[in-house]
């Protein structure tokens, strides 16, 4: 129902030619990446400084009893949050399911703005209580790192690289790369796009991905995602890649696409914020264990991403 009606504001907003979901696409598929399987066609990077190894999903554990809204503890961010009357969320506006602008209401909703309605939630005791900056993919680790927003809630991948420079919390969504290629096309996973142009948007895990299958396909990058879908529709890419989240919501808005071959790396999503204030990922973290246990989660699945089917158990947190 969600997708249906976030994709008739899709449709709307869209500048190519948009129709109805397509019927063969299964853009949040069972397939898993088994352990082992991840990197299996990818090859290690030869050109960037190696980042030190780490558990990218391992966040601050939570500090006891969440504070009651509007009663957050003196000399916190939390409480400077709550003096100043509103919870800055960083995301994009065109992920469609996750974060994108509805043209009815004018609104940016989705999984991810959810996320920060209910941190603000638990701050202020009222979800409205936000502010949402539209942030490029590649502002999303400097915009949470230097405080020009708190929260950055934008299908980003919590990963060693990114951990030196923000804070993370613990996972709240398990996704992975696929490709998204033509309904006539004979490929049938990335592998078989070697020498072919692929899209994706600069800054984001999936660009990089894409430079490390070993059949070397050609990246492309764009702005935005939505730039992706438009070179694809014009033929100026054979496909596009980045994760089954972002796909699902692309296919589904063209039904001469489809998603092909298994997910080939894992993108475990997480709340990305300045790791000044270790206090504020200890009660974000509080906030994510609560509406694991409490059925908050399971709810937010369902009501964006239940057409693909019954909402899977929450990602377990992980602590240091
Ligand atoms: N999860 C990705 C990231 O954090 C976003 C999507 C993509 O990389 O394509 O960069």
């Given at each position: ?7 008739a ?7 190519a030619?948009?129709?109805g ?8 598929p ?11 066609t990818?090859v290690p ?10 558990n990218?999903?391992?966040?601050l ?21 709550l003096?100043?009357?509103?919870l ?10 996750f ?25 202020f ?15 999303r ?14 299908t980003?991948?919590a ?18 790369q ?10 049938r ?9 692929v ?6 895990t ?9 059949s ?9 995602f939505g730039?992706?879908l ?12 980045t ?20 997910r ?6 997480a ?8 206090e504020?990922?200890?009660f974000?973290?509080a ?5 694991r ?6 709810r937010t ?9 019954p ?10």
């Amino acid at each position: 129902m969600r997708l249906r009606a976030a994709l008739a504001a899709a449709a709307l907003a869209a500048t190519a030619a948009l129709a109805g979901c397509s019927g063969d696409t299964s853009p949040l598929p069972s397939v898993t990446v088994q352990p082992g399987e991840a990197r299996a066609t990818t090859v290690p990077p030869t050109d960037s400084p190696p980042v030190p190894a780490c558990n990218p999903r391992a966040s601050l554990r939570p500090a006891g009893a969440l504070p009651a809204p509007g009663a957050m503890p003196a000399g916190t961010y939390m409480e400077t949050i709550l003096k100043r009357g509103r919870l800055v969320l960083g995301t994009s506006q065109d992920t469609l399911l996750f974060s994108s602008r509805n043209p009815f209401t004018g609104r940016i909703e989705g999984f991810d703005v959810d996320m920060g309605r209910q941190i603000a939630q638990a701050i202020f005791g009222d979800p409205g209580k936000l502010q949402i900056k539209v942030i490029g993919y590649d502002k999303r680790v400097s915009s949470a790192a230097d405080g020009s927003v708190d929260i950055v809630a934008d299908t980003m991948t919590a990963n060693c690289e990114r951990w030196r420079d923000v804070a993370f919390s613990s996972v709240y969504y398990e996704a992975g790369q696929r490709v998204l290629v033509s309904s006539t096309s004979t490929a049938r996973s990335i592998e078989d796009l070697g020498g072919k142009k692929v899209c994706s948007v600069a800054g984001s895990t999936s660009f990089e991905n894409i430079g490390k299958v070993r059949s070397k396909p050609v990246p492309v990058a764009r702005a935005a995602f939505g730039d992706c879908l438009v070179a694809f529709q014009r033929n100026e890419v054979d496909g596009i890649s980045t994760d089954d989240t972002i796909l699902a919501g692309m296919a589904a808005q063209d039904p001469y696409a489809r998603v092909v071959g298994p997910r080939f790396t894992e993108e475990p999503y997480a709340i990305a914020m300045s790791p000044a204030h270790p206090e504020f990922t200890r009660f974000v973290n509080a906030v994510l264990e609560r509406n694991r246990a409490d059925g908050t989660w399971k709810r937010t699945y369902e009501k964006w991403l239940g057409d693909f089917g019954p909402a899977p158990a929450p990602p377990k947190a992980v602590y240091r």
